[in-house]
């Protein structure tokens, strides 16, 4: 069975930080593109942060210089730092796993940035 399963959203205030782990297992990972998506009530799924299977990563404007995603293919974890949080950047969190095959989600992880 296939499973990516996501932790670490929670409530913090703008400004504070976050670690967004995902556990994979069922694949083999070090084949995959790993990414990171949101989706806020309302609102399209966007992608904010990939990371190719060569290592080479990606960010969109909205979040670049506050997030960093970073991956470990010997545990099979992909994670997602967060840092500068903005009420923005309120959503839930999914995590993606992607080849020319296959595209597995978790179930999501939400973050809530309140004062």
């Known amino acids: 069975q296939v499973r990516l399963v996501e932790s670490g959203g929670d409530l913090v205030q703008p400004g504070g930080s976050l670690r967004l782990s995902c556990a994979v297992s069922g694949i083999t990972f070090s084949l995959y593109t790993m990414s990171w998506y949101r989706q806020a009530p309302g609102k399209q799924r966007e992608l904010v942060a990939r990371?190719?299977?060569?290592?080479?990563?990606t960010y969109p404007d909205s979040v670049k210089g506050r997030f960093t995603i970073s991956r470990d293919n010997a545990e099979n974890m992909v994670y997602l730092q967060m840092n500068s949080l903005e009420p923005e950047d309120t959503a839930v969190y999914y995590c993606?796993?992607?080849?020319?095959?296959?595209?597995?989600w978790g179930q999501g992880t939400q973050v809530t940035v309140s004062s």
């Open positions: 993606n796993a992607n080849n020319a095959q296959n595209d597995y």
């Open positions: 990371a190719a299977r060569i290592g080479r990563t």
